[in-house]
Every structure is written in C-alpha cells, then in structure tokens.
C-alpha cells in the first residue's frame, strides 16, 4: 500500500497502540465533584455567569466567552456550583474553576442552550453557532474552532484536511471515533462543506489503523455522500499529526514560517472536533463530553472512555479499576508532548486526547553532546536544536533567534532522541521564555 | 493525597544511548578484524588489539580520576578508540607501541574536556603519534600468512608506480583486484580484509548509526582523483586505508560535522587530501593525516545556520 509523509525529519516512536486500539468507546458517569477551569482553549479564559449555590442544568452555559478568541463553557451534568476558585489545573498547575456539585439526576435545559440553530447558507451565523457551543480543536492544541473556520477574506482556501493520524503513543481515541462515529464525522464534513466550499477534502489516517482506514472507505462506497472526500493513508510517523506536517504530508504545501494554514489555503481539523460539530448541529448540544484514552503500563483496565467533561481524574482511575503498580508520572495527552499532573485532582478539559499512566522514570543523567545528529535528522521544522542547548548553556539566549528558535512546534522529538539523554526541549523552552521576557523588557 | 513527579514532556526516551552507539561501532568493527586476523595469524593480531583496547579504558579511568570529571570510562567509546588505533596498526609490532598509542589517544581527548569535545579524532591521533615518534615500527609490515616482512602495494606504488604493482601479479589485473580484495597483501590489521569493512559499513548503515554521505563521498572522491592523476581507480580504493578511514574514521560523530552538505563537503576533502597525500608528500599512504586535517574544518563546516522548513527571505527594505 502507498502512504504519504512529510519531510524532512520525523520518525516512528513505539506507539503503545495495542492495550486499547480494539477497545469500544465506554460511556463514564462522572463522581460527584466537577471542576470547570475558565480556561480550557488557547485565548482569553472565559467568565462565569453563574453564582455559589446556585442550581445549573446540564448544557448550561456557565461562563462565557471574552471576545472572539475565547470559548464558551457548559455545565455537563445538573446540581449545585459550591464555589469558583482557584483549583489544581491540569496545564496551567492553578486556575480559576467552577466547581458544580453532581446531584445525579442530568437534568437537561428545558429549552436548549444554544438556541436551534436557524438552518441558512450565511457562514457569519454557522461560525457564531459554533462559537455559542463552545468547540475548540479536540486533538489537543484546543484552538477555538470557531476561528478556524473563519479564513480572513484574503485567503483562498481550498483544502479541508481532516486530522486523523494520531500520531502519539498510547492514544486511540480518535481511532475508535472513526470506527464508532462513522456517520457523525462525515456529517461533520458535509455541514462544513456546505459553508466553505472546499475544492478537495482528505481524510489522513495513519498505516496503523489500516481498519479504521478500511471502514471510512467502505463507508463512503455504500452511502451518497460528498464525492470530493478521499481517505490517505499516512505512514506512520511522529508528528504527523502536527498541522504543519500533516499539511506537509497530504498536499506537499509548506507553511510559511509564522504564518496560519489558511496561508496555503488549507484548514485542519481532527475527528473529534467534526464530530462535536454534527452533534451541536443536529441535536443542539453544546460541547459537554469528550472521547479519550486512558492507558498506560500501570492501570488495571486501559480503556477508551466518553465522558463529561469536568469529571474528575480520581473518578476515571477508579473506573478503570485503579492500578496494578503506583505509576510515576500521570501525563494529560501522549507521552511526547502531554503534561505531568502533580495529583489526582484535576478534571479532564476539552482537550483531553488521553491519560497516560506511567510507571517508569526516564532517566535525567545528562552527558555530553556527542554530536552525532539525530536531533537535526530528525527535527519536523528543519532547524538544529543542539545550537540551542550550546547557546543556552553560555547563556546567550537572544542569539537562539538567529537560529529560527521559534519555528520549533515542541514536538520533542530531539530529547527523545538523544543518545546523551540531553533534555534539548527543555532548553529550548527555556530559551523561548528569554527571549520574551527580553523582549516585554525593552 | 500523593503528588506524582513533574517532568517536561517527552515523556518517553529511546532505547538508542551513548554506550549502544559505541558498542555498535565495535560490533562493525569485528568482521574485518577477524580477516586481518586469519591473514596475518593470531598471534600477530589479537595480543596487540587487547593491550590497545585495555591501555585506552584504563587510561581513560585514570586521566577522568585526575582531571575529576564523571567517571564514564566504561561507556564504550574508550573501548571503540582503542579498537580503531589496534586495527590501524601493522600486526606483530611490539606491544608496548600500541600501550602508549592509546594512551596518548585517551589523552588528547581528555585534555580538551573529554568525549564530545576533542577537535580530532583520538584513535588517528594516537597512530599519528606512534608513526611520527616510532616510523620504523610503524612502517614494518607483515606478509599474509607467514612472518617476514613486506611492503605494502602502495609503498611498491610510491616507488615503482603501477607497473611495479602489476609486476607483483605477473601483468594480471583479475589476480591484483582479487588479491587486495581479499586482503592478502601487506598492511594494517583491520584494513586489508574489503568484504569485512563492506559488512561494517552496512552495518553502521542498517542500523542508522551513521548516514551514508562521508563513507561514500570519501571513497568516490578517491576514485576519481586517483583515476585523473594517473593510477587505477580500483586498486586505490583497495589499497591503504581508505576504505577503513573513510568507514569508521571519517564518520566519527565528534569530529565531523552535522549538516548534510557540510558532511558533503567534509567527505570530499578527505579524498581529496588522501589522494593528494599519496602523490605529492613523502609518505605513501595519506589516510591519517587527510582525516585529521578535515578534522581542523569541522567546526567551519558546521558553524552554518539551517533555514527552517518554510523559511521565506526576508524582504530587505
């Protein structure tokens, strides 16, 4: 079979696939304390609209957005908000959330929030709907969906590329949506279709989901649907995934550096995003749950699991049978790019692709560069990240500017890689931040 | 509640390290250091290439222990250096000769802070040091399969040209191919035996340790070179220790560079420099000095900065 990647650079990382690749999506009723963090997009965080003791539903819109590049918050079950405070936050470590006691009953909005959504051919209003039902990109970037749907008026864009390459280890959740929401995603597509017109759309899908890959072309031979559609196959490759690379891999277009894929006339979306939208579209229902992975070599029982969003980590753990062995480290998202969580405290946000339990410690013995290349080989952005360790280490942050330190999308691969197990990102985040403190400075 | 530990992302690591690097440099080496064995007997060879491997861990161990920096003798790349320095030396020299060669291998290395940091490759350094300080040793080689000495094609070539080569071979070229194919002929332990040093370089290929641009820019500069200025291609390629320089020596990570193009550039001045080594200096074979010269440009070669994928020129207004 002939599969498409993109170049230069990247490279197959173990993918871990197998505990949960074969597992149905499972439905989780969440415990009895949600957390609801203002901030869960790229942007502004939201504001709160409710108050302390005061009785929401579910679908309730409880804080809202703050101009256009921010994103509505719904309440996913009903009871009562027993405060909004600081509270442990998967990715900013604290964060201002709501917090809504459950009272089991799911009672829903006796009328819908958003309103029904008047069916036109005006995109102005599609957008605002979306922005109302609170999408953001489901893979993890959680960039407001609302905005990507929006392409400023000098871009032509052509292109709709649906993102289905999970690329990260342990992650299959965007798989089994495939498998199992077959008729939402390419709803999904269709309704955006009729608001943008794309020349083409393409479904990319790496090797190793050959099944998944298999069905949606079967799919589309048996039902009338959208002609323009194709599926590709992708090789497997980390990080496909990344907009950049993905865009890369389908239409061999390279984004400008700095620039938004709208500059090469394309726009990327994952499964799970087009999925919330065919539910918001058809059944009004704002974005309140999520499909993700928990796995890892230490829980019990790895599964796949749609369930509120806000639910608590302890509750999911206990779901998934708690642990054979303490894990290490609890990572939010992949193994390569997620972020570590301190406790069991924090809610799932609507960019949980996945938890991953961890229970081994990568060693941090740093030794000397050895020069031996792998991470320029394997870099997706093309620069040489052992400059920004060297440069980093005599303290000469600014001069990382020369070298495009800000092309690099954090993909990680060059730590992965390292044979001195020198952690590189680290020292390109650190130099990022030196920079910008540098430059607020001046 | 217990609190997990807080690492930045990537969560995960390769298996591939330092020491799994090394280790698979020596493991290419160990073909052609079986035919240099069978060639010249393993008396002459295996005593010699333990002393030098030994020599270099143990002063690798002693120089960190006076310079206090991490104890990391057992890494692999002291074993690697020593390896290399045994395989480029003639077999049967005494073996004190290749003690202090790898001493003196660990120690440019470890004067310039260690491994990582050292501008030339150790192991020519210490068969640099061992031609210059003891040309006699060093240019006494034995012939294959027996225990009197010979001289090398190249030595017969620098003197008699390529007529005093064939004349060895009685005019025939199958039979000269064939034989500095196999190796029979005078020359340094690890270099002689081709088929070996091929399945090394595959090897290093296979498993990504190097990438293919030095060994065979290298090689192919030799080739052409060789065949402008007057000598038979082939027999060039097969003769000295082009294809071991250009194979483990030239590649070494430290001493060469990065980037792609650099390594380009890197590989055809190495030939470039045997070649002209073997036709203009006083010396038949150029292998060692050409490599440790490039060495000199690496850090030239690699002081570029790499445009970024969708990098767009900058207007200048």
């Known amino acids: 079979m002939k599969t498409k990647t993109f170049h230069p650079g990247g490279m197959h990382v173990p993918d871990h696939k197998d505990q949960t690749k074969d597992l149905t999506i499972i439905d989780m009723n969440p415990g009895k304390d949600l957390l609801f963090p203002l901030s869960q997009h790229v942007g502004i965080p939201a504001e709160p609209i409710v108050e302390k003791d005061q009785q929401v539903l579910v679908g309730q819109l409880i804080a809202k957005a703050q101009g256009d590049f921010s994103s509505n918050i719904h309440a996913s079950v009903?009871?009562?908000?027993?405060?909004?405070?600081?509270?442990?936050?998967?990715?900013?470590?604290?964060?201002?959330?709501?917090?809504?006691?459950?009272?089991?009953?799911?009672?829903?909005?006796?009328?819908?929030?958003?309103?029904?959504?008047?069916q036109n051919n005006d995109l102005g209003s599609f957008v605002s709907f979306i922005q109302d039902c609170g999408i953001v990109g489901m893979g993890g970037a959680t960039f407001p969906t609302h905005l990507k749907l929006n392409p400023p008026p000098d871009a032509s864009v052509d292109t709709y590329i649906i993102n289905g390459a999970e690329c990260e280890p342990y992650l299959t959740c965007d798989h089994r949506l495939m498998l199992e929401n077959t008729k939402e995603l390419f709803d999904g597509i269709q309704i955006v279709q009729s608001y943008l017109h794309f020349k083409e759309i393409i479904i990319g899908i790496e090797s190793n989901k050959m099944d998944a890959i298999e069905h949606l072309l079967s799919y589309i031979k048996e039902h009338p649907i959208e002609p323009r559609i194709r599926v590709v196959p992708l090789e497997k490759k980390y990080p496909q995934g990344a907009e950049k690379s993905l865009i890369n891999a389908l239409t061999k277009r390279i984004v400008p550096v700095g620039k938004l894929p709208f500059a090469v006339g394309c726009i990327v979306q994952n499964v799970g995003t087009l999925i919330a939208i065919s539910n918001a579209y058809r059944h009004n229902t704002p974005l309140i749950h999520r499909v993700f992975t928990a796995s890892g070599d230490c829980l019990k029982d790895p599964k796949n699991i749609r369930a509120p969003i806000g639910t608590l980590l302890s509750d999911i753990i206990e779901f998934c049978g708690g642990f054979i062995e303490e894990p290490k480290e609890l990572v939010f998202g992949g193994p390569m790019m997620g972020i570590n969580q301190r406790s069991q405290d924090v809610p799932i946000l609507k960019g949980t692709s996945g938890i991953i339990f961890l229970s081994k410690l990568e060693p941090l013995n740093e030794s000397s560069c050895i020069r031996c290349g792998r991470c320029i080989q394997n870099c997706p952005s093309g620069l040489m990240p052992y400059r920004f360790v060297e440069l980093a280490k005599r303290n000469n942050h600014f001069q990382a500017n020369r070298y495009y330190v800000s092309s690099c999308i954090e993909c990680g691969l060059c730590t992965y890689n390292c044979p001195a197990r020198i952690p590189i990102l680290n020292y390109i985040r650190v130099t990022k931040q030196e920079i910008k403190r540098k430059r607020s400075g001046q | 509640m217990k609190n997990y530990v807080i690492t930045a992302s990537p969560h995960i690591r390769s298996k591939i390290n330092t020491v799994f690097l090394m280790n698979t440099v020596s493991i290419s080496l160990i073909p052609a250091t079986i035919g240099g064995i069978v060639i010249f007997g393993w008396l002459n060879t295996l005593?010699?290439?333990?002393?030098?491997?030994?020599?270099?861990?143990?002063?690798?161990?002693?120089?960190?222990?006076?310079?206090?920096?991490?104890?990391?003798?057992?890494?692999?790349?002291?074993?690697?250096?020593?390896?290399?320095?045994?395989?480029?030396?003639?077999?049967?020299?005494?073996?004190?000769?290749?003690?202090i060669g790898s001493f003196f291998a660990i120690f440019s290395k470890q004067v310039f802070g260690g491994l990582g940091h050292n501008p030339f490759n150790p192991a020519l350094i210490g068969r640099a040091f061992l031609v210059l300080s003891f040309p006699a040793h060093m240019t006494s080689w034995l012939k294959p399969f027996d225990t009197v000495t010979t001289s090398t094609p190249l030595a017969v070539f620098a003197e008699n040209g390529m007529e005093g080569v064939m004349s060895i071979f009685q005019g025939s070229l199958p039979a000269m191919y064939q034989t500095m194919l196999l190796g029979i002929r005078g020359g340094c332990i690890g270099e002689v035996f081709i088929p070996g040093l091929l399945i090394g370089l595959i090897v290093l290929l296979v498993s990504k340790t190097i990438q293919w641009y030095i060994p065979t820019i290298y090689v192919a500069t030799v080739f052409v070179f060789s065949w402008l200025f007057g000598m038979d291609p082939i027999f060039s390629i097969l003769s000295g220790g082009v294809m071991f320089g250009a194979f483990f020596m030239a590649t070494d990570y430290v001493t060469s560079p990065m980037l792609p193009s650099s390594k380009i550039i890197y590989g055809f001045g190495c030939g470039f420099l045997n070649v002209l080594i073997r036709f203009f200096a006083n010396m038949p074979e150029g292998t060692t000095f050409a490599i440790l010269l490039m060495n000199v440009i690496t850090p030239l070669l690699d002081n570029r900065i790499k445009h970024p994928i969708g990098y767009v020129k900058e207007k200048s207004s």
Do not use: M
């Open chain 1, 78 to 118: 009903s009871g009562i908000v027993k405060d909004i405070k600081e509270y442990p936050h998967p990715i900013t470590g604290l964060g201002t959330a709501i917090h809504i006691e459950n009272d089991f009953q799911y009672t829903p909005l006796p009328t819908p929030e958003p309103p029904v959504f008047e």
């Open chain 2, 47 to 99: 005593p010699l290439i333990l002393v030098s491997i030994v020599s270099a861990i143990v002063s690798e161990a002693i120089l960190q222990k006076i310079l206090r920096i991490p104890l990391t003798y057992l890494d692999g790349s002291a074993l690697v250096t020593g390896f290399l320095l045994a395989l480029c030396c003639p077999p049967g020299i005494p073996l004190w000769l290749p003690a």
